[in-house]
């Protein structure tokens, strides 16, 4: 019903950039927030920026002033800017979108994965 199809991981130095997108499709007709989180091998998934409807943004701690998370509804895309990459950013990034479908039903859709590899 929906899909969330993310692009832009890769190897990259450390002190590179990346930029992630995010595209959503199918029946939608609204996304509430979009987030990006990650997961690093042997570890839990964590939330690392999040926006909303209203282009509010949130952040973990361990990537304010690197990682700038925007979005585009006419695209329904969300985009994540990732500067000043460090060894430790290294995991699966995922997407996530809280959507209301053109059926009037709510839901929580994820992205497969793209992999960031942060090389030392």
């Known amino acids: 019903q929906v899909q969330l199809v993310e692009s832009g991981g890769g190897l990259v130095q450390a002190g590179g950039s990346l930029r992630l997108s995010c595209a959503a499709s199918?029946?939608?007709?609204?996304?509430?927030?979009m987030r990006w989180y990650r997961q690093a091998p042997g570890k839990q998934r964590d939330l690392v920026a999040g926006i909303t409807s209203g282009d509010s943004t949130n952040y973990a701690d361990a990537v304010k002033g690197r990682f700038t998370i925007s979005r585009d509804n006419a695209k329904n895309t969300v985009y994540l800017q990732m500067n000043s990459l460090k060894p430790e950013d290294t995991a699966v990034y995922y997407c996530?979108?809280?959507?209301?479908?053109?059926?009037?039903?709510?839901?929580?859709?994820w992205g497969q994965g793209t992999q960031v590899t942060v090389s030392s």
């Open positions: 996530f979108a809280a959507v209301r479908t053109a059926t009037w039903t709510t839901g929580d859709y």
């Open positions: 199918g029946r939608i007709l609204s996304i509430y927030r």
